[in-house]
């Protein structure tokens, strides 16, 4: 095995026998690493605490099933940790699906929420809550056709000789306002019943999330994850100009519909099972992508820090109102309009608007 450091910071990995080249982008590694260790602790402290309080020994005992008391079993196993792995799986499938889109538009506010997929996942998963009162996988179902419908929508109408960053967001921004009264009028013709359970719902919220929404959205991302890391790779050569890409056999079509459609399916089952969880897809691949110094679409990275994002914010807002639990789309919405605002004075001053 050959170990060689390139000037840009990356670790190349080579063995003779077979012959196998490995590049590790030394930054992003320990990123990564520090990624994981914060949202272990994350999730420790969100085990813990709470009305009830977990001490964190029995917090590990409850985990690895060897806890005498019944009721720390259930509010670690039953109530608090799927929560965790729903915020987890969310803000991962979120922020993943940012990064592809931003690197598709090559552009920071190319985001499935700003761009209005978001908003058709919401109108085709509210249809389901207020005409047929469906579960989560309906609700899937629904989410997933109303988020690719936006999604080719804005595309067939912002393309003209190809596929213009600012001008999909801008058709995205449209088309996201006109879905938002689209869905307030459905929530203004739905019975009071359902439409409570909507309006909640369409905050963007994590309360009551128990295994039923974490199992399926787990099985979803393993699924879509793989097959947009598969799909990366490609992109990264259309970096390099699509005939430069077609030179090396890439379907530079067939690559940006495909991950257009993974990408949108990502944010639609997100949504489905969270609400609209706001600006979380925006910040994170950012975020992400400053914290490495990288290149190219980030997607693990990317996945990580989305994670990290949502596991804070849902356990500040139950905690920073106790015993009132604030819906988690109220704090990413409150941070993310901060950080919106701070991109677009960015992108002013830097002179690409």
């Known amino acids: 095995m050959t170990v ?70 259930y509010a670690v196993r039953d109530l608090r940790l799927p929560r965790f792995v729903t915020a987890v799986l969310v803000g991962a499938a979120l922020a993943a699906s940012g990064a592809v889109f931003q690197h598709l538009t090559r552009n920071p506010l190319g985001s499935p929420d700003v761009i209005g997929c978001t908003q058709g996942a919401a109108t085709g998963a509210l249809l389901v809550i207020l005409v047929t009162g469906g579960g989560f996988t309906q609700l899937a179902f629904g989410a997933v056709a109303g988020g690719l419908a936006t999604a080719a929508f804005v595309l067939v109408v912002s393309w003209r000789r ?22 307030n009028f459905l929530l203004a013709r739905a019975n009071l019943e359902r439409a409570q359970v909507a309006q909640a719902w369409l905050i ?19 699924v879509l994850l793989p097959l ?36 949108t399916a990502l944010a639609s089952v997100a949504t489905a099972a969270a609400g609209p969880v706001i600006f979380l897809a925006l910040a994170a691949p950012q975020i992400a992508k400053r914290l490495t110094r990288a290149t190219g679409p980030i997607v693990v990275t990317s996945a990580l820090t989305g994670a990290l994002l949502l596991a804070i914010s849902d356990l500040a807002a139950q905690r920073l109102f106790a015993p009132t ?29």
Do not use: C, K
């Open 162 to 183: 190809g596929l213009h960053g600012y001008r999909l967001v801008l058709v995205g921004i449209g088309l996201a306002a006109m879905l938002l009264a689209v869905n």
């Open 228 to 263: 947009v890391l598969v799909l990366t790779r490609a992109l990264r050569l259309l970096d390099l100009g699509d005939e430069a890409a077609r030179a090396f056999g890439v379907r530079t079509g067939r690559v940006r519909a495909g991950l257009l459609v993974l990408s």
């Open 325 to 353: 639990q604030l819906p988690v789309g109220i704090a990413t919405g409150a941070v993310g309009g901060v950080y919106l605002g701070l991109l677009l004075a960015t992108q002013w001053r830097s002179g690409r608007w």
């Open 4 to 73: 060689v450091r390139t000037s840009s910071g990356t670790l190349v990995l080579r063995s003779e026998r077979p012959q196998v080249s490995v590049r590790v982008h030394v930054r992003t590694l320990a990123v990564v690493a520090v990624l994981v260790a914060a949202l272990t602790g994350i999730g420790a402290v969100a085990l813990a605490v709470g009305d009830f309080h977990v001490p964190l020994a029995d917090v590990v005992r409850s985990l690895n099933g060897t806890s005498l008391v019944p009721a720390y079993d």
């Open 204 to 222: 963007g919220s994590l309360n009551a999330r128990g295994w039923e929404y974490a199992g399926p959205l787990a099985l979803a991302l393993a």
